[in-house]
């Protein structure tokens, strides 16, 4: 517990001196009515005060519980990256046990109900770096105004990446976000498609002169009334890196997807962009870790959290509580009990002696 009580300690407090609600311990009420399922600053007061009792026995509250005004108050206010970077903390024995390898994925998530019908028609956004096999948020940024491709580049700056895969969309295949990934000493897996057209091109004359002896992986599922067959080859882009001027590529990836559904017959060819020459079943591996960022955060935040649903929209409000959900799911996600995710944040709610050892275990992990 005490990692937990005393990481908000460097989170600077914006309000005036004579504010009465101590900031680390309104943090630390906000977060864990978030992760028992608030979604609102008014569900933060209200389920602050129906467990008072719980965090009297390791908070001091001098003043009670804040009002849900005052919540609102202070998550509009304080620094998002500051609050990001204190959970950073909490969580570092966890995120010390990224080895070798280990794929990051880099990718935002709009906060579909976090605009003003006045606002800009662009929806605020919250980019993440995703540690896939640890299943553990690294860091978390802010892109307003649709600046995702900037928001990701400062992720990388903040985690890292030396010894990682990273892993994107074709919407990072450029030559900044790359020379960033290489700087940091890491490798790269990004999808490639039109944005880089003549890389594409090259790409595919690069796989249309491959050898008949050329490794090659097959991957078949079969699950939901549905059959896929996945193929994966990769091959060098020897001497294109100069050519396109784009730091570190090495080699291409290629996915042929074959899925049945029904009877109905969907085939889809992909490419990546990668900085190392992997074995097939390796590159195959880290396109498929990728997918741990939208089915094991993106949609558990919609689903478990709500997100999408969320009605924060002033200031800094939104991609604070943002903040928490995604801490939030990290936190949960370190309890090995049986039972499904959305029963276990109901559960902290309902049994206090299981939300204490969710607390206490981040001491532990």
Not at 102 to 114: E, S
Not at 168 to 181: F, K, M, P, Q, S
Not at 323 to 345: E, F, N, Y
Request: hydrophobic content about 40%; aromatic content about 6%.
């Amino acid at each position: 517990m005490e990692t937990f009580l005393t990481a908000f300690d460097d989170v600077p407090d914006p309000r005036a001196r004579n504010t009465r609600h101590d900031l680390c311990e309104l943090l630390v009420v906000g977060f864990v009515a978030v992760l028992c399922g608030a979604t609102s600053c008014a569900e933060m007061s209200a389920f602050g005060r129906s467990k008072e009792h719980v965090f009297k026995g390791f908070l001091n509250l001098k003043h009670s519980i804040p009002s849900h005004d005052t919540f609102s108050t202070v998550f509009r206010m304080i620094d998002p990256k500051a609050l990001d970077a204190a959970f950073g903390q909490v969580l570092a024995k966890i995120t010390a046990l990224l080895g070798e390898g280990d794929v990051i994925a880099i990718d935002g998530k709009a906060l579909r109900g976090a605009r003003d019908k006045g606002e800009s028609a662009r929806t605020r956004m919250m980019v993440s770096a995703y540690a896939a096999r640890l299943r553990l948020t690294l860091a978390t940024v802010t892109a307003d105004k649709g600046g995702e491709l900037e928001a990701a580049r400062e992720i990388l700056g903040l985690i890292k990446l030396r010894g990682k895969v990273v892993t994107a969309d074709a919407l990072h295949c450029n030559r900044r976000t790359v020379a960033e990934i290489i700087g940091g000493g890491g490798d790269y897996c990004l999808a490639l498609k039109a944005n880089q057209d003549s890389l594409l091109s090259d790409a595919r004359s690069c796989f249309s002169k491959a050898s008949s002896d050329q490794p090659v992986v097959c991957q078949q599922e079969t699950g939901h009334g549905r059959k896929e067959t996945r193929t994966g080859l990769v091959i060098s882009a020897k001497g294109l890196a100069e050519y396109h001027q784009f730091p570190g590529l090495r080699a291409f990836g290629r996915v042929e997807s074959r899925r049945e559904t029904d009877g109905k017959v969907q085939s889809q060819t992909r490419y990546f962009a990668l900085s190392w020459m992997p074995a097939p079943e390796v590159f195959m591996a880290t396109v498929r870790a990728h997918w741990g960022i939208e089915n094991a955060l993106h949609w558990q935040l919609d689903v478990s959290f709500r997100e999408d649903a969320a009605r924060n929209r002033k200031d800094n409000g939104p991609a604070n509580i943002a903040i928490l959900r995604r801490r939030a799911l990290d936190v949960a996600r370190r309890d090995t009990s049986k039972g499904s995710l959305s029963i276990k944040l109901k559960r902290a709610g309902w049994d206090d002696a299981f939300l204490l050892n969710l607390l206490n275990r981040l001491d532990r992990s």
